[in-house]
């Protein structure tokens, strides 16, 4: 990680030409003028934002590379900088070619589960590639001063931070323009303000400015910088001693704590991240002297080498979680975060232990130098075909599949069922397709009938199935009726007249358990206490909530007498329905009624 230089004066600042200043907020504009051009062309379906991949590469050039051109230009008749915006555009639109490739291919897939990473990833590489690219500009080579790297890096930072904050103070301000003259009566602003073409526009010329203000005026971004600094300084002993502590209790405390949680490697990596992060702003690029006092400093060169220990436990519960469960997406980012700052926990050890005799930590540098281009290089690995997280995942998951559900809840194997479907993208839907000639698929048609579902859905959280289709895919005669719906622990066979019955309705509860993929459950209490059982038919394969039918026998025959659902703690009462464990919870107030309409007492 690079941290800020401490040698740069509050009122330091770039001079750029009129030309590049121009330039930049033009450049803005366009940035502006071209997303809207694209979702106009989306609402009138023009090629190529009618399409999806036409869509991820337009969005993925026009927010990548103005905004690298803007940070970095500093001569307009420099040959390297158009070359470089030029090899970052060529790059960018082959990594989102890959993306959106990975994200189609097949009707409902969720794309925000493959493009969001692909997002967040390809931004964090442009930003850490980003310094070594501006000192090539200034040096014309790859041999950029560490100062200066570290400059740069938070100069970006800072820099998109105040566009952002100028943006937003903007806008509240013509909003407030338009509140007052509202006031009179005059909406004109307001009506103004809310045309699609101004938003862009005048968004794209304030985030211009702003870049130019962080870039030209250093004074209020270097005051920011001054007091965030200070505050690490100030807590990274802290943070420091408790990463010993914690260290100092494990031999009394054990492991096994760490692994009954859910949450041990979330936590680990943060103070991982923290640590990094803290040492960094107080190491600055290394010309400060040294910032603590003797006994601090072994303080914190303390916490540094018990780095390793807190990036070796975190490794070793993300495997125990994909040993037990498999390799999902969500996995693979975190253990790949989890590899990077290994990478810094042990360069830091390494710098404490090399740096005595040469200053303070002062291997830091090339550590961070090294595992600049080792998150650059991941950054493109991971949207391309060679380190594909879909691929990964999709394979592990499928597997699991396969195993089936041994020990596993039924809601648990359908859950994984829909994210290899809906959310691994194109290798995750033809994942999904194999399984219909792998066990326990092609041998067990009511689980092939689930499969043969979830593939044919649009959406990942569909909602009820319309009543004609459902009709339509009902079973049709009592035999076919009587074998679909399981009956629970001490129930009675069911009635002929009612399964006669149920095949009568048409509502879509009832319906749903006449699907070949149902599970329901039959219950025969007699809950009026008049001697005769009622059938109480419960649905228990539903994602959310379990939902029952009540019919009792009039002289009409059966006939639907009340309806009761319950949320929460599905598996439990699921379970607790099919063992036949129903009882009945009688109120303390009766109903109330005036003027012949009820109302019922709450409790």
Sequence with gaps: ???????????????????????????????????????????????????????????????????????????????????????????????????????????????????????????????????????????????????????????????????????????????????????????????????????????????????????????????????????????????????????????????????????????????????????????????????????????????????????????????????????????????LIALVLSGHALGYAWAVLRGRGEGWLAPLAGVNRVLSWVVVALAVLVNSPLLDPLRLAAASQSARLQAGPAGQDERVYLRDLEVLRFDLGRRGYRAAEALREQPPFAGDAQRLAVLERILQRRERYEGARPVEELARSAVKTPAEARALIQLADGAAPADEAWLEALLKTDGQATLACLQADSRCVLLTPDLDGDGSAEHLLCDVGRRYGVYCTLWAHTGAGWEPAGRAQWHGREAEVAAALQAGSLGVRHRRWPDLEAAGRGARLDD
């Excluded at 071209?34 to 927010?63: D, I, M, N």
């Excluded at 990594?95 to 589960?113: E, F, K």
């Excluded at 980003?130 to 080579?141: A, D, F």
């Excluded at 005059?186 to 304030?206: C, H, K, N, Q, S």
């Design 1 to 335: 990680m690079l941290a800020p230089s401490s040698t740069s004066s509050p009122d330091a600042g770039t001079a750029l030409s009129r030309d590049v200043r121009g330039f930049i907020v033009l450049l803005a504009v366009l940035q502006g003028g071209l997303l809207y051009l694209a979702e106009t062309g989306l609402r009138h379906a023009w090629w190529p934002f009618s399409e999806l991949g036409g869509r991820v590469c337009w969005y993925t050039l026009v927010l990548a590379v103005p905004t690298l051109m803007s940070l970095s230009v500093e001569r307009l008749d420099d040959r390297r900088f158009w070359q470089q915006a030029a090899a970052v555009a060529a790059l960018f639109l082959l990594l989102a070619a890959w993306a959106a490739w990975s994200a189609t291919g097949a009707p409902g897939l969720r794309s925000a589960s493959v493009l969001g990473p692909f997002g967040v990833t390809a931004g964090i590489g442009l930003f850490v590639a980003l310094p070594w690219l501006q000192c090539r500009l200034t040096h014309g080579n790859w041999r950029a001063p560490y100062a200066e790297l570290v400059e740069h890096a938070w100069q970006n930072a800072l820099t998109l931070l105040l566009a952002a904050a100028f943006t937003g103070i903007c806008w509240a301000v013509l909003h407030l323009w338009a509140a007052l003259f509202e006031l009179v009566n005059i909406d004109l602003f307001r009506r103004i303000l809310r045309e699609r073409p101004v938003i862009y526009l005048a968004t794209g010329t304030m985030v211009g400015l702003g870049i130019l203000i962080g870039r030209t005026q250093r004074r209020p971004v270097q005051v920011a910088r001054l007091i965030l600094f200070a505050v690490f300084k100030g807590l990274l002993p802290l943070l420091a001693f408790i990463a010993l502590l914690f260290v100092a209790v494990l031999p009394f405390t054990g492991l096994e704590p760490l692994w009954r949680t859910r949450s041990a490697a979330s936590i680990l990596i943060c103070l991982l991240a923290l640590l990094v992060l803290f040492v960094n702003a107080v190491y600055q690029d290394g010309r400060g002297g040294r910032p603590y006092p003797a006994f601090l400093r072994r303080l914190v060169e303390g916490g540094l080498l018990a780095l390793p220990v807190f990036a070796a436990l975190a490794l070793y519960a993300l495997w125990l979680r994909v040993a037990q469960y498999g390799w999902t997406t969500d996995r693979f980012w975190a253990v």
